[in-house]
């Protein structure tokens, strides 16, 4: 399998990924969002404001914040490396950065994707004169 092979594949699995992440975190969004709509619900209105539905407002909201900021990322460079866009390999690498904490199947890419885009037979399929 030749290294174009490897970086088509590799575009995929960035669309792939970056697709589930932005559904997990809408149904993370939505899921915390009707949780604090039913803490709303609730005759008491001290337990709706209280403390603990502010932290998980908060955390879930930045929970969400981080999934979406590594989902866009992913499906851009995902398209990007399936064109072969000069662009994309350098980007990839940012986000593959970012995806090491991923565990463990953002780990896993990120190795994959260190390898692929790192080996010098990749280096000449981003070059403008080939494409």
């Known amino acids: 399998m030749g290294m174009e092979t490897h970086v088509r594949f590799l575009g995929i699995l960035y669309v792939g990924l970056g697709v589930l992440g932005g559904l997990a975190a809408?149904?993370?969004l939505i899921s915390l969002g009707g949780f604090s709509g039913?803490?709303?619900q609730v005759d008491r209105s001290d337990f709706a404001s209280g403390p603990m539905v502010q932290v998980i407002r908060f955390f879930g909201s930045g929970i969400t914040a981080l999934m979406l900021l590594l989902a866009i990322p992913s499906v851009a460079v995902g398209v990007g490396l399936m064109k072969f866009r000069p662009?994309?390999?350098s980007l990839s690498m940012?986000?593959?950065t970012l995806h090491l904490v991923n565990i463990p199947v953002g780990?896993?890419?990120a190795l994959y994707s260190?390898?692929?885009l790192m080996?010098?037979?990749t280096e000449p399929l981003f070059s403008p004169n080939m494409r």
Do not use: G
Request: a neutral charge; charged letters at 10%.
């Open 26 to 28: 809408l149904i993370l």
């Open 38 to 40: 039913l803490m709303i």
């Open 87 to 89: 662009w994309a390999r």
């Open 94 to 96: 940012v986000v593959s």
């Open 107 to 109: 780990t896993v890419l």
């Open 114 to 116: 260190f390898w692929v």
């Open 119 to 121: 080996s010098p037979e």
